[in-house]
């Protein structure tokens, strides 16, 4: 298997291999002088997580939680962080890819003590999988290493075409030239190297059978762009190739959803991150993607602008929005990432007119009107909602 | 957007247009001789589906059902059959690409009539998608053409690599340069050109996550095969896309799924199709897919074989199943096409035992165990159920 694992890939094991061992040979130091092992760890929670107004993204604070082994109360996550920790590790220098799925199953198991009245004591390690899940974060923000860094493999939906060349392993990739498929992103995006970039921006659409339509229509091709879908709510490694575009090759992102709060959700992760991964939004998100559409106004207009919609598209493709709709708007209406003018007015017509709309039914104008006409003039005129 | 279109497309486009057109030209030709006008359609319910011991295959029967123009009860889906044969026409002539929600929204549209009575009366065109993709499928039984066929785009989850070259739209592919990401099939495998594999066989994975570190640990390169995902449930463009390699090029194809009644249906869907679905399994299905595991007797051992799974694994591993998967267990075993000695006894060891395990369970015990002992160990001794 070595000899078949990439350059890359090797690299990376050992960097991360040696932050971990750095980490925890901390704790054998601490032991060595008779000190109890404590672990310094970042909180994770909703107090300790904040929006920073000038880098606009979702951070985790400074707060951070000592995690002591002689502590009663502490001893068993002490427990689960180390065996989690060594098991990382294990699978790091056998040149194992595991998935968090795996590194539940590895770690899970039932320990036999016996206490001091000499009756014997089962616990276990952990029981579900959102136990070790929770864990994993917790070696994340112990170490500073994403588990991509670490080769933990997971599920992946994003997809993405466009006039760029990437080196992925051993190979290297041309992305204009995927006929009627597409690349599926890797688990590992910081692994990849852009090669060269022939793009104007990247156009991120929610749904995979729009993406395919746009794609298959050859809308990357006449307008310059880097199109990627997220399939749904995004993963991590969509979220992080979308980021390294806009970061380290200055092309403006603008994300295509459906006209409704769960849409705008999928735009707010990719620009803000989510509360749940805080700690991760330094390296995920994108502070400056742009909403794009479909938006109230591109619906219904405005005092400023026509619609793109007939009244009779309009009697034909609204959906009145639902009661879940109406409760997710107003949450999404007191993040502070939603207090500006752009926001406050789709929200407001949104709650105004109780209406959503799917891509789809600009798309059944014919997709002409939504790759030719809808979309680069969205572009051309900047009409975008940050 | 026409220049764009590849030659397969153009090609594809005219003969689907000219199918369409001539089938529905049957029915003016009745309506210029005073007749009136009817469709014959093959009826597509489970008194008209049938599992063909022969072929194995779950396929339509010859009963059809007349929809006539005139009878009252018909005239509506008459109505909804000629709009949507109107409207797949129109995207067919015009370069588009429609999915079936886009069809949904270009056929919705109220009817204004004004009955004898001279009172004007609204009808819908429809409601809901369900009932404009009952319709899509009456065009696909009419016509004989599969919606892939039309040009109709849809979500797709599929993803292949492996030592094989392929053309898709104008280009050519190397299936085997893919990094550490992977080809997503295209939505119209009709179209793609094989072009040349090397291989001996093809896995098919049902998770999405298990693919990405089969990929990653090089295991399509040391044991020559296609490596497929389906995510899940497979999509049609994955079943077709694994048909035709079974087919064209003869290569067995294998399905690993987790141990449980709704992997063991997964498999059933590659290899006979599904009910919903009979009317298209001649083309979708592989019906001499192999299931390669995980099975019962992989975890429990036979008389015959000694299990993959120690005493202790068993303990960590195990699932304990749960009254859905004993309910779907009880449905399966009454199909037809599990009733051959292996898949009995892997129903009953399920029965008795009311265990399941995932996949990764085996991964767990090391990648390399699951790469380079378990599959192999498998696919070299023949070890699958048919």
Not at 195 to 217: G, M, P, S, T, Y
């Amino acid at each position: 298997m070595s000899e078949i694992s990439s350059k890359v890939d090797k690299e990376a094991r050992q960097k991360a291999a040696s932050v971990i061992r750095n980490r925890f040979l901390q704790l054998i130091d601490q032991i060595k002088k008779g000190e109890p092992p404590i672990m310094e760890i970042p909180q994770r929670n909703i107090n300790n997580t904040h929006y920073d107004e000038v880098r606009k993204l979702l951070l985790l604070g400074d707060k951070k939680l000592k995690r002591s082994f002689l502590d009663l109360n502490e001893a068993k996550r002490f427990m689960q962080t180390s065996l989690m920790g060594s098991i990382i590790y294990e699978a790091l220098i056998n040149d194992e890819y595991p998935t968090i799925r795996d590194l539940f199953y590895r770690g899970k198991h039932t320990l036999v003590l016996r206490g001091p009245d000499n009756r014997t004591v089962e616990e276990n390690t952990w029981d579900e999988q959102k136990e070790s899940d929770s864990v994993i974060v917790d070696i994340e923000v112990f170490t500073s290493l994403l588990r991509e860094e670490m080769l933990i493999l997971s599920k992946e939906k994003g997809k993405v075409v466009g006039d760029m060349r990437i080196r992925s392993g051993n190979d290297v990739i041309d992305l204009s030239k995927m006929g009627h498929g597409a690349y599926s992103i890797e688990p590992t995006p910081d692994l990849i190297d852009f090669v060269d970039i022939n793009a104007d921006f990247v156009l991120v659409v929610e749904k995979d059978a729009v993406f395919q339509q746009l794609h298959r229509a050859g809308f990357w091709r006449q307008y310059r762009s880097i199109l990627v879908t997220s399939a749904g709510q995004p993963d991590r490694a969509t979220r992080r190739f979308v980021r390294r575009l806009n970061e380290e090759h200055k092309l403006p992102v603008y994300i295509l959803t459906d006209a409704d709060p769960y849409g705008w959700y999928i735009y707010s992760v990719f620009r803000i991150g989510s509360i749940a991964l805080s700690y991760e939004s330094e390296r995920l998100a994108t502070p400056n993607a742009r909403f794009l559409g479909v938006s109230m106004a591109d619906i219904f207009g405005t005092d400023k602008k026509k619609a793109y919609l007939s009244e009779s598209d309009r009697r034909s493709f609204i959906i009145k929005a639902k009661d879940y709709d109406k409760k997710r708007a107003e949450e999404i209406k007191n993040y502070p990432w939603f207090q500006t003018k752009g926001w406050k007015e789709e929200i407001d017509i949104f709650m105004k007119k109780q209406a959503k709309l799917e891509i789809e039914a600009m798309a059944s104008k014919g997709l002409k009107f939504l790759a030719f006409t809808y979309l680069p003039d969205k572009i051309q005129k900047q009409d975008y909602i940050a």
